[in-house]
């Protein structure tokens, strides 16, 4: 059963960090583009990084440009979101997603399956 589950998540203060995990199960993640989405209150769900198949190339959303890096250990099916300099406005769901397109992707349609989500707030 494919299930993609996140983790790490909390509440944290401004300028603190944190590193979310997103643990896949029922499919062979290396062949998947991973990305990390994330969703505020009364907003639509926005991009915030992705990584390739082999976790050579990333890309990231301007927001979190030099805060935040994503990557992956596909021999441990799991990827990763290491947040730092946290802003009260990176609050929100976030979400991690797979997507079977060779290339990267930053709009959530471009992408299959995605887990439940975990909260992150960043209190000021």
């Known amino acids: 059963q494919l299930q993609l589950v996140e983790s790490g998540g909390g509440l944290v203060q401004a300028g603190g960090s944190l590193r979310l995990s997103c643990a896949a199960s029922?499919?062979?993640?290396?062949?998947?583009?991973m990305g990390w989405f994330r969703q505020a209150p009364g907003k639509e769900r926005e991009f915030v990084a992705a990584i390739t198949r082999g976790g050579g190339t990333t890309r990231y959303a301007d927001s979190v440009k030099g805060r935040f890096t994503i990557s992956r250990d596909n021999a441990k099916t799991t990827g990763y979101l290491q947040m730092n300099s946290l802003k009260p406005e990176d609050t929100a769901v976030y979400y991690c997603?797979?997507?079977?397109?060779?290339?990267?992707?930053?709009?959530?349609?471009?992408?299959?399956?995605w887990g439940q989500g975990t909260q992150v707030t960043v209190s000021s």
């Open positions: 997603a797979l997507g079977n397109n060779p290339f990267l992707m930053t709009s959530p349609g471009q992408f299959n399956y």
């Open positions: 029922g499919l062979t993640f290396s062949t998947y583009v």
